[in-house]
Every structure is written in structure tokens, then in C-alpha cells.
């Protein structure tokens, strides 16, 4: 069984109720419970943080190291200027996935920039909730794709 983090990242606990016409009706919870459930079907264990603050981020990060196979991530405004929690996902390496509620490449042109994304091993965005469930399958893909390398190899999983 896969063990999998979910950081949701600054005010994203305010979803469904933030901004609707950009980031949807969704709540927050019902997003994590959905995930959760998805992994559960998918013989995975995710586990869901958030946090407002970039040291907590980092810090989830690190600990992730000592548990967890792979990190999904909306790193909300972050995204675009958070060296830290970079830095954090390069030292863990640990494979992780980036998502956006919105398409950041559509709205106000600091959001292009994304700093994280270049040590993801993938970026969802512009789908809405649903990104989280891709970005988790995509996950588990990349993560049976490392463990069928690794079978190959002859190492022990």
C-alpha cells in the first residue's frame, strides 16, 4: 500500500467559500474526503495536511521523508516564490505532483511563474477538484513505475 501526503497549502481551507467563481463550489473537506476515499480505492493511504504557514509546509515535507511514497501538492500562492519548500521537496526526493485549482497560465501574469513545479515529477492545473484525484492516480503511476524498475532491478520492494 502506497503512502501518500496531501499538503493543501495556504488559504485553500476557506474553499467553496473563497471566491467561488474562480475556485469552485467544493469545500475543502468534501476535496480531502474525496481524495482520501480514491485512495482508499486505489490501495492507497493518503493522509491530508494544511497549513497557512511556509514552515509548516516544509516541515510536512521533511517528515513525509520518514513515511510517506510520494507528496501531492497545492502549494496555493507559494507557487511562485516559495524557495523553501522547493528546496524541501528536492531534499526529500520524494516523487511529488503540483496542482492548481485554477489555470495559473490564464490569470494574472505573476502567477506563470511557478518555482516549485520544476521539481515535481508533474503539474496539474485548471481542472478544479478533479485535479486532485488525477494528480493522485498520476502519482501512483509514477510510484508503481519506480517499484516495477526497482522488481526489474532486482531489488526488494
Same mark, same amino acid.
Given at each position: 500500500?502506497?503512502? $501518500? ?21 467544493? +469545500? ?24 497557512? +504557514? ?39 526526493? %520524494? ?31 485548471? %481542472?478544479?477538484?478533479?485535479?486532485? $484525484?488525477?494528480? %493522485? ?21
Amino acid at each position: 500500500m502506497f503512502k $501518500i501526503l496531501l499538503i493543501q497549502g495556504p488559504n485553500l481551507n476557506l474553499l467553496g467559500v473563497r471566491e467561488p467563481g474562480i475556485y469552485g463550489t467544493v +469545500s475543502f473537506d468534501e476535496i480531502n474526503n474525496r481524495v482520501v476515499k480514491a485512495g482508499q480505492e486505489n490501495g492507497a493511504e493518503v493522509r491530508v495536511f494544511h497549513s497557512n +504557514s511556509e514552515g509548516g509546509i516544509v516541515d510536512a515535507i521533511q517528515e513525509a521523508r520518514n513515511w510517506a511514497d510520494g507528496i501531492i501538492l497545492n502549494p496555493g500562492a507559494y507557487a511562485h516564490y516559495s524557495i523553501a519548500i522547493r528546496d524541501a521537496l528536492s531534499a526529500v526526493k %520524494l516523487p511529488a505532483v503540483e496542482v492548481h485549482l485554477t489555470n495559473v497560465h490564464a490569470r494574472d501574469e505573476f502567477r506563470h511563474r511557478l518555482v516549485i513545479s520544476p521539481v515535481c515529477v508533474g503539474v496539474i492545473a485548471g %481542472l478544479g477538484w478533479r485535479g486532485y $484525484i488525477y494528480a %493522485l492516480h498520476a502519482l501512483l503511476g509514477v510510484l508503481q513505475d519506480q517499484g516495477k524498475a526497482e522488481n526489474e532491478l532486482g531489488y526488494d520492494d
